[in-house]
């Protein structure tokens, strides 16, 4: 596990708007998913990259993984 870096904020914004996008539409209405949609965004991701709050857990340390496997699928 290691703290996310500039280079990764593609791949979080990628992880975090799959996230809410396939999980949180279970549970809450559109405009409740549009909301974290919208407050999620890359500047704010960017932010918290910057201020050490985003960790990143990868398998094989490469983090870019995730992207790869979701364009297979």
Do not use: P
């Amino acid at each position: 596990m290691r703290h996310a870096e500039i280079k990764d904020l593609d791949c979080v914004l990628q992880i975090t708007s799959d996230t809410i996008s396939d999980v949180y539409s279970h549970y809450y209405a559109e405009g409740v998913v549009n909301f974290f949609l919208n407050h999620h965004n890359r500047e704010n991701i960017l932010s918290d990259i910057e201020n050490g709050l985003v960790w990143l857990l990868e398998e094989d340390e490469n983090a870019g993984d995730y992207q790869k496997s979701r364009k297979q699928s």
